[in-house]
């Protein structure tokens, strides 16, 4: 039978050596020790005190049947630890309102800060209080979310993550802050809406070129990633203030299969309707990166012209007609996948147009960026260039200016988003209207004297001076 031991502390205490007191022997400064409370029984064993072992039952007896005492308990195995003790950095010091922030990105209040509105929500201009650094946050849209945080932004976000290229505004961190969720990029001054209607600054051939070589660098990247943009506009592309361009807002963007033998559907209500390519106005929904050259190849008319090229009114129908007025009616010989397009019976043309293309751009173009333009905007999504294609092109390769960064927007002042230009457009028009009605104002109140005067003054030809 296995008797059950139990080891019992007696308490005995062995007499300490004189003049020694227990802190000396217990050398409590080694800091290999095991602290005080740990060591009780090495520190008596050590010391040869009085520890009894005994059987259960047993305590007491002295007899020469007792058990044998066992060995010693062997100390503490002690390791040496080299502890390195990092200094803390002191705090830097805030100032002014970087101080009162209750973000670590402190923005201005109100709408002061905002840089766009969009589909998602707000885009705020922010700096980090700490760092100096610049950044945009996109705030994450959760009204009307029924099914928690949106499937959209979480789309957005992981596919922001999985990109790394100097054409792609770059996704630094997401935060939650109080019941906001942001996304946190990196900021850029300008969008190309906001450049291009920049009241007085003008962009250079040279420019233009560089621009339009970032942008289909930065599709070709996303191409070759197996990533389709969906929504490739002039308001969606950044450029930095030393001209360096950026594709942003991935909300509507997706990974496709480059390499599936059967297709697969995707929705065709994407891209904003002015950019979006005739074969998803016709319902095509196995589409390919081609429905983002034909977007691109949009923002290069506008880029070249400072024109949209096909500004519809917001339908389909009238959509299809603005491409057909510039680009003429498709037909089966440049278009043979057409017949097999969804809507192409419903949306049939009434009756067959040329195309005025080369009247309308020929002559404001230089004669590589027109031959690019016509290859890229062909009907039949088949035979449109990849973005590789487009970026070995003549227009890129040979013709003269060679493409120039815009490094003078460094000097440009102010930030010029579609956001700010759109805010002056309103004001523009609203001072206009403002003008209007203090003049009718004036007349009624001068009365047909008033008008009379006018009209003399138009007789005699005041009104010129
Ligand atoms: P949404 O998906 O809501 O349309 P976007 O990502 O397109 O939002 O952003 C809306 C606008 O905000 C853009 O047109 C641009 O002017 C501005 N914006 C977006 N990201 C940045 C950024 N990183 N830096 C500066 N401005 C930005």
Redesign the pocket.
């Known amino acids: 039978m296995v008797t059950k031991r139990e080891n019992s502390i007696s308490g005995t205490e062995t007499p300490l050596a004189p003049g020694s007191t227990a802190e000396s022997v217990d050398d409590d400064d080694n800091p290999f020790r095991p602290p005080k409370d740990l060591r009780a029984e090495d520190e008596s064993d050590k010391r040869n005190s009085g520890i009894s072992f005994s059987i259960k039952g047993m305590a007491g007896r002295t007899d020469s049947s007792a058990p044998h005492r066992p060995a010693p308990l062997a100390a503490p195995r002690t390791r040496k630890e080299i502890v390195v003790r990092k200094r803390l950095k002191p705090k830097p010091k805030l100032t002014g309102d970087f101080a009162t922030s209750d973000s670590v990105y402190y923005r201005k209040t109100g709408n002061e800060s905002v840089?766009?509105?969009?589909?998602?929500?707000k885009?705020y201009?922010a700096v980090h209080v700490y760092t100096g650094d610049k950044v945009?946050l996109?705030k994450i849209r959760m009204e009307g979310e029924r099914d928690g945080f949106p499937v959209t932004a979480i789309r957005e976000i992981k596919l922001l993550q999985s990109l790394n290229h100097t054409n792609v505004?770059k996704l630094q961190e997401v935060m939650v802050e109080r019941n906001d969720c942001f996304m946190i990029?990196?900021?850029?001054?300008h969008?190309l809406?906001?450049l291009l209607n920049h009241p007085s600054f003008a962009l250079t051939e040279g420019h233009k070129k560089d621009l339009a070589k970032q942008l289909f660098e930065g599709l070709d990247y996303l191409h070759k990633r197996g990533v389709l943009h969906r929504d490739i506009k002039a308001?969606?592309i950044?450029v930095s203030r030393n001209g360096e361009l950026k594709l942003?807002?991935f909300?509507l963007a997706r990974f496709y299969n480059k390499n599936a033998k059967l297709k697969q559907d995707y929705t065709n209500r994407v891209i904003t309707i002015w950019y979006r390519s005739p074969e998803l106005l016709l319902g095509e929904t196995q589409y390919g990166p081609a429905v983002d050259i034909w977007s691109a190849a949009c923002v290069l008319v506008e880029i070249f012209t400072k024109h949209a090229i096909f500004p519809g009114d917001g339908g389909e129908i009238n959509q299809l007609d603005k491409i057909y007025n510039v680009l003429g009616t498709p037909s089966r010989t440049n278009w043979p996948g057409i017949v097999d397009l969804a809507w192409y019976e419903l949306l049939r043309p009434a009756h067959k147009v040329a195309s005025t293309f080369a009247e309308k751009y020929q002559e404001r173009v230089s004669p590589a960026a027109f031959d690019l333009l016509s290859a890229m905007f062909v009907f039949d999504p088949d035979t449109r260039p990849t973005a590789s294609d487009v970026l070995e092109h003549p227009y890129f390769t040979t013709e003269e200016p060679k493409a120039k960064q815009v490094v003078e927007l460094k000097d440009l002042e102010g930030d010029w988003?579609?956001?700010e230009s759109k805010a002056l457009r309103k004001e523009k028009e609203r001072e206009a209207r403002r003008k209007d009605k203090e003049s009718m104002e004036k007349r009624k109140l001068e009365g047909p004297m008033g008008d009379e005067r006018e009209l003399k003054r138009v007789k005699t030809g005041d009104a010129q001076a």
């Open positions: 840089v766009g509105s969009g589909t998602y929500g885009v201009k945009a996109k505004v990029f990196e900021y850029l001054s969008d809406t906001g308001a969606n950044l942003a807002d909300g988003h579609e956001f």
